[in-house]
T-cell receptor
Framework: DTGVSQNPRHKITKRGQNVTFRCDPI?????LYWYRQTLGQGPEFLTY????????KSRLLSDRFSAERPKGSFSTLEIQRTEQGDSAMYLC?????????FGEGSRLTVL | AQKVTQAQTEISVVEKEDVTLDCVYE???????LFWYKQPPSGELVFLIR??????QNEISGRYSWNFQKSTSSFNFTITASQVVDSAVYFC?????????????FGQGTRLTINP
Protein backbone atom coordinates (compact mmCIF):
# COMPACT_ATOMS: atom_id res chain seq x y z
CA ASP A 1 0.00 0.00 0.00
CA THR A 2 1.55 3.29 -1.06
CA GLY A 3 -0.91 5.60 0.67
CA VAL A 4 -0.47 7.69 3.80
CA SER A 5 0.10 5.40 6.76
CA GLN A 6 -0.65 6.27 10.39
CA ASN A 7 -0.05 4.36 13.57
CA PRO A 8 -1.23 3.42 15.99
CA ARG A 9 -4.75 3.42 14.64
CA HIS A 10 -6.20 3.47 18.14
CA LYS A 11 -4.74 4.59 21.43
CA ILE A 12 -6.40 4.56 24.84
CA THR A 13 -4.53 6.33 27.58
CA LYS A 14 -5.05 7.72 31.04
CA ARG A 15 -5.15 11.44 31.65
CA GLY A 16 -1.69 12.84 32.24
CA GLN A 17 0.15 10.29 30.11
CA ASN A 18 2.13 11.17 26.99
CA VAL A 19 1.26 9.75 23.60
CA THR A 20 2.97 9.82 20.23
CA PHE A 21 1.51 9.26 16.79
CA ARG A 22 3.45 8.55 13.63
CA CYS A 23 2.64 9.41 10.04
CA ASP A 24 4.39 8.02 6.98
CA PRO A 25 3.42 10.13 3.96
CA ILE A 26 3.46 9.08 0.33
CA UNK A 27 7.16 8.89 -0.42
CA UNK A 28 7.63 11.72 -2.91
CA UNK A 29 5.31 14.14 -1.11
CA UNK A 30 7.24 17.07 0.35
CA UNK A 31 4.38 18.63 2.29
CA LEU A 32 2.75 17.03 5.31
CA TYR A 33 -0.20 18.16 7.43
CA TRP A 34 -1.76 17.23 10.74
CA TYR A 35 -5.46 17.75 11.38
CA ARG A 36 -7.63 16.96 14.38
CA GLN A 37 -11.21 15.77 14.11
CA THR A 38 -13.53 15.57 17.09
CA LEU A 39 -16.76 13.60 17.07
CA GLY A 40 -19.36 15.05 14.74
CA GLN A 41 -17.10 17.80 13.47
CA GLY A 42 -14.98 18.42 10.42
CA PRO A 43 -11.20 18.17 10.59
CA GLU A 44 -9.32 21.20 11.93
CA PHE A 45 -5.83 22.20 10.81
CA LEU A 46 -3.09 21.75 13.39
CA THR A 47 0.25 22.14 11.65
CA TYR A 48 2.10 21.84 8.36
CA UNK A 49 5.59 20.84 7.21
CA UNK A 50 7.41 21.47 4.00
CA UNK A 51 10.18 18.91 3.98
CA UNK A 52 11.59 19.07 7.53
CA UNK A 53 10.54 22.67 8.22
CA UNK A 54 7.44 23.29 10.31
CA UNK A 55 6.00 26.32 8.56
CA UNK A 56 2.72 26.94 10.32
CA LYS A 57 1.03 26.01 13.59
CA SER A 58 -2.58 26.54 14.54
CA ARG A 59 -3.49 28.18 17.83
CA LEU A 60 -5.17 24.83 18.56
CA LEU A 61 -1.68 23.41 19.04
CA SER A 62 -1.03 24.15 22.69
CA ASP A 63 2.37 23.88 24.36
CA ARG A 64 1.59 20.27 25.21
CA PHE A 65 1.65 19.38 21.52
CA SER A 66 4.81 19.01 19.49
CA ALA A 67 5.29 17.81 15.96
CA GLU A 68 8.45 16.90 14.13
CA ARG A 69 9.46 15.73 10.72
CA PRO A 70 13.12 14.77 10.87
CA LYS A 71 14.78 14.39 7.49
CA GLY A 72 11.57 15.42 5.77
CA SER A 73 10.16 11.91 5.70
CA PHE A 74 7.88 10.55 8.43
CA SER A 75 6.37 12.83 11.06
CA THR A 76 5.48 12.40 14.72
CA LEU A 77 2.89 14.21 16.77
CA GLU A 78 3.42 14.04 20.53
CA ILE A 79 0.89 15.08 23.13
CA GLN A 80 2.24 15.52 26.65
CA ARG A 81 0.15 15.33 29.83
CA THR A 82 -2.97 14.33 27.91
CA GLU A 83 -6.33 15.74 28.89
CA GLN A 84 -9.79 14.37 28.19
CA GLY A 85 -10.33 17.18 25.70
CA ASP A 86 -7.53 15.74 23.59
CA SER A 87 -9.73 12.78 22.70
CA ALA A 88 -10.12 12.97 18.93
CA MET A 89 -9.05 11.50 15.62
CA TYR A 90 -5.66 12.81 14.51
CA LEU A 91 -5.39 12.83 10.73
CA CYS A 92 -2.24 13.12 8.67
CA UNK A 93 -2.20 14.19 5.03
CA UNK A 94 0.47 14.69 2.41
CA UNK A 95 0.72 16.40 -0.95
CA UNK A 96 3.12 17.02 -3.77
CA UNK A 97 0.81 18.90 -6.11
CA UNK A 98 -2.93 18.74 -6.53
CA UNK A 99 -5.03 17.36 -3.73
CA UNK A 100 -4.28 16.24 -0.19
CA UNK A 101 -4.10 12.51 0.45
CA PHE A 102 -5.26 11.60 3.93
CA GLY A 103 -4.38 8.64 6.11
CA GLU A 104 -6.96 6.67 8.06
CA GLY A 105 -6.17 8.55 11.23
CA SER A 106 -5.13 7.73 14.78
CA ARG A 107 -7.98 7.74 17.25
CA LEU A 108 -7.06 8.88 20.76
CA THR A 109 -9.23 8.21 23.78
CA VAL A 110 -8.16 9.81 27.05
CA LEU A 111 -9.79 8.30 30.13
CA ALA B 1 -12.25 34.57 8.57
CA GLN B 2 -13.05 31.69 6.31
CA LYS B 3 -16.05 29.55 7.13
CA VAL B 4 -17.84 26.59 5.58
CA THR B 5 -21.40 25.72 6.54
CA GLN B 6 -23.08 22.42 5.84
CA ALA B 7 -26.53 22.96 7.28
CA GLN B 8 -27.69 19.37 6.76
CA THR B 9 -26.34 17.29 9.61
CA GLU B 10 -27.92 14.02 8.47
CA ILE B 11 -29.75 12.89 5.37
CA SER B 12 -31.42 9.53 4.88
CA VAL B 13 -32.86 8.39 1.56
CA VAL B 14 -33.87 5.20 -0.12
CA GLU B 15 -31.57 3.69 -2.71
CA LYS B 16 -31.93 5.10 -6.25
CA GLU B 17 -33.19 8.44 -5.02
CA ASP B 18 -31.26 11.58 -5.99
CA VAL B 19 -29.80 13.55 -3.10
CA THR B 20 -28.18 17.00 -2.86
CA LEU B 21 -25.73 18.01 -0.16
CA ASP B 22 -25.54 21.74 0.47
CA CYS B 23 -22.40 23.76 1.12
CA VAL B 24 -22.18 27.50 1.73
CA TYR B 25 -18.86 29.23 2.28
CA GLU B 26 -17.53 32.58 3.42
CA UNK B 27 -14.23 34.12 2.39
CA UNK B 28 -12.82 37.55 1.68
CA UNK B 29 -10.39 36.18 -0.87
CA UNK B 30 -11.09 36.46 -4.57
CA UNK B 31 -8.97 33.40 -5.32
CA UNK B 32 -9.64 30.16 -3.50
CA UNK B 33 -10.29 26.45 -3.93
CA LEU B 34 -13.35 24.45 -2.93
CA PHE B 35 -13.33 20.73 -2.21
CA TRP B 36 -15.56 17.82 -1.41
CA TYR B 37 -14.28 14.83 0.55
CA LYS B 38 -16.00 11.56 1.48
CA GLN B 39 -15.30 9.87 4.82
CA PRO B 40 -16.42 6.24 4.99
CA PRO B 41 -16.52 4.38 8.33
CA SER B 42 -12.84 3.45 7.96
CA GLY B 43 -12.01 7.10 8.67
CA GLU B 44 -9.91 7.97 5.66
CA LEU B 45 -10.90 11.15 3.86
CA VAL B 46 -11.34 10.42 0.16
CA PHE B 47 -10.90 13.30 -2.27
CA LEU B 48 -13.84 13.81 -4.66
CA ILE B 49 -13.34 17.16 -6.37
CA ARG B 50 -11.41 20.44 -6.33
CA UNK B 51 -12.72 23.60 -7.91
CA UNK B 52 -10.95 26.96 -8.19
CA UNK B 53 -12.86 30.18 -7.73
CA UNK B 54 -12.49 31.21 -11.36
CA UNK B 55 -14.16 28.12 -12.75
CA UNK B 56 -17.91 28.21 -12.25
CA GLN B 57 -18.69 25.47 -14.72
CA ASN B 58 -20.72 22.67 -13.25
CA GLU B 59 -19.00 19.31 -13.25
CA ILE B 60 -20.33 15.80 -13.67
CA SER B 61 -18.47 12.62 -12.89
CA GLY B 62 -20.59 9.54 -13.29
CA ARG B 63 -23.42 9.74 -10.76
CA TYR B 64 -21.81 12.73 -9.03
CA SER B 65 -22.32 16.35 -10.02
CA TRP B 66 -21.32 19.67 -8.50
CA ASN B 67 -23.00 23.06 -8.80
CA PHE B 68 -20.72 26.02 -8.01
CA GLN B 69 -22.48 29.38 -7.74
CA LYS B 70 -20.22 32.22 -6.75
CA SER B 71 -23.15 34.65 -6.52
CA THR B 72 -24.61 32.68 -3.62
CA SER B 73 -21.27 31.35 -2.29
CA SER B 74 -22.50 27.80 -2.66
CA PHE B 75 -20.89 24.60 -3.87
CA ASN B 76 -23.55 21.90 -3.77
CA PHE B 77 -23.04 18.21 -4.44
CA THR B 78 -25.65 15.93 -6.02
CA ILE B 79 -25.62 12.15 -6.15
CA THR B 80 -27.94 10.73 -8.77
CA ALA B 81 -29.47 7.29 -8.37
CA SER B 82 -27.89 6.83 -4.94
CA GLN B 83 -26.47 3.48 -3.87
CA VAL B 84 -25.87 1.94 -0.46
CA VAL B 85 -22.11 2.31 -1.00
CA ASP B 86 -22.58 6.08 -1.07
CA SER B 87 -23.35 6.00 2.65
CA ALA B 88 -20.66 8.08 4.38
CA VAL B 89 -19.98 11.48 5.90
CA TYR B 90 -19.33 14.11 3.26
CA PHE B 91 -17.28 17.23 3.91
CA CYS B 92 -17.08 20.46 1.97
CA UNK B 93 -13.87 22.44 2.44
CA UNK B 94 -12.31 25.76 1.44
CA UNK B 95 -8.66 26.61 0.86
CA UNK B 96 -6.94 29.87 0.19
CA UNK B 97 -5.12 29.90 -3.13
CA UNK B 98 -2.29 32.18 -2.05
CA UNK B 99 -1.08 29.89 0.66
CA UNK B 100 -0.62 27.04 -1.74
CA UNK B 101 -0.38 24.96 1.36
CA UNK B 102 -3.79 23.37 1.19
CA UNK B 103 -4.73 24.56 4.64
CA UNK B 104 -8.32 23.51 4.40
CA UNK B 105 -11.24 24.81 6.41
CA PHE B 106 -13.87 22.07 6.63
CA GLY B 107 -17.58 22.21 7.22
CA GLN B 108 -19.14 20.07 9.93
CA GLY B 109 -20.06 17.36 7.47
CA THR B 110 -23.29 15.74 6.34
CA ARG B 111 -23.90 12.12 7.29
CA LEU B 112 -25.60 10.45 4.33
CA THR B 113 -27.37 7.14 4.80
CA ILE B 114 -28.67 5.27 1.78
CA ASN B 115 -31.19 2.62 2.76
CA PRO B 116 -31.77 -0.44 0.58
Amino acid sequence: DTGVSQNPRHKITKRGQNVTFRCDPISEHNRLYWYRQTLGQGPEFLTYFQNEAQLEKSRLLSDRFSAERPKGSFSTLEIQRTEQGDSAMYLCASILTGELFFGEGSRLTVL
Amino acid sequence: AQKVTQAQTEISVVEKEDVTLDCVYETRDTTYYLFWYKQPPSGELVFLIRRNSFDEQNEISGRYSWNFQKSTSSFNFTITASQVVDSAVYFCALSEFAQGAQKLVFGQGTRLTINP
